[in-house]
């Protein structure tokens, strides 16, 4: 009886959803319905691939490798590491319009920012604006948290350290003189890094904030110094060093240098000749990298990507042979020959 009393209590109650009695469809799969529906699935991939790829195929990309690996290479003299403030000149010719809004590159080659130890490396707390971690930085910054001198390093981190410093002045030559080509650095980097994940120190001045710290290894100028030309641009919210922060997936990767879209060059670049004077800061072939400038422009799509074209392309030509062989299977076993 008592048994009977436990195994009461331990019932589930008698509604539908307990019991399991809500109404259910389930769908019937017949032949008139999957092949079409995958003939139709088939045919709007199909014609989604086809816009994808003809749009990508239309965009204009333009890269130059500068990294001076060969002796005819105009950067092969910077690229000794024994050479400082090395500045070479590129010259190359667009053939025709170069459509804009263009988007300036800068690419690197056997880079692994990826890596997971590197990724690591910083302080979140310091790149957040709070001054009580500049002057005892996290253990994760080793072996970039302090100077030979014991100085805390303000940023810190193997990120911070291996930023970006090549610099890039684009010219475009008419009537054999050079005409400088405008760059527009502003909101280059992720508005949520802007905004939300990187701030400034409340300090007023700015270079206050960083006292009894010291830069960081590689970098030429301290972190409130980064913009002389933009105060509004240095610290931890500086576009260049934002970009840089936000790690790349893949060992070849690019980021976002500047734009351009501003004066004579607001539609974009016209045919002719070039020049492009880099200073060459940044050393990769140590390691076997490379670097190279990348001029582009975008499409309603986004930049050039032939390879979601072809997946569309390849899934839509498959369903489409796949409904063509089930109607050929149906068709055979649904109305077998009079014989």
Do not use: H
């Not at 302080?123 to 500049?134: C, E, I, R």
């Not at 000749?273 to 050393?283: A, Q, V």
């Amino acid at each position: 009886m008592v048994k009977q009393e436990k195994a009461t209590l331990n019932r589930p109650d008698n509604t539908a959803f307990t019991q399991q009695r809500l109404p259910a469809w389930q769908p019937m799969l017949s032949a008139g319905i999957v092949i079409p529906g995958f003939a139709i699935i088939g045919l709007v991939f199909i014609g989604i691939g086809v816009a994808l790829f003809v749009t990508s195929r239309n965009i204009q990309v333009l890269e130059l490798d500068y990294s001076g690996v060969a002796p005819t290479s105009p950067c092969f003299r910077c690229s000794d590491p024994n050479v400082r403030n090395c500045v070479c000149t590129m010259q190359f010719s667009i053939n025709k319009l170069f459509e804009g809004p263009v988007f300036f590159y800068y690419g690197l080659s056997n880079y692994f920012q990826n890596y997971r130890r590197y990724g690591a490396s910083k302080d979140f707390n310091q790149l957040s604006g709070d001054t009580a971690f500049f002057l005892n930085p996290t253990d994760d910054c080793a072996p970039y948290q302090f100077d030979s001198n014991k100085k805390p390093i303000v940023p810190c981190g193997a990120i911070a350290n291996s930023m970006f410093n090549d610099t890039f002045r684009l010219y475009q030559i008419v009537r054999g003189l050079r005409k400088e080509v405008p760059f527009d650095g502003k909101g280059i980097a992720w508005w949520t890094d802007y905004n939300v994940k990187y701030r400034n120190p409340t300090t007023i001045p700015l270079m206050n904030a960083f006292n009894d710290t010291v830069k960081p290894i590689n970098w030429p100028r301290p972190a409130y110094e980064l913009d002389p030309s933009d105060p509004a641009n240095n610290g931890f919210i500086n576009q260049d060093f934002l970009v840089w922060m936000r790690r790349a997936a893949l060992s070849d990767f690019r980021k976002l240098y500047r734009r351009i879209t501003e004066g004579d060059y607001a539609q974009g670049l016209p045919a002719g000749n070039y020049s492009l004077d880099i200073g060459y800061n940044y050393p990769v072939l140590s390691f076997e990298g490379r670097k190279k400038v990348v001029l582009s422009n975008v499409s309603w799509m986004g930049g050039k990507n032939e390879f979601l074209g072809i997946a569309y392309l390849v899934i839509g030509s498959l369903c489409t042979v796949m409904s063509i062989v089930m109607l050929i299977v149906y068709a055979k076993f649904k109305f077998p020959d009079d014989d």
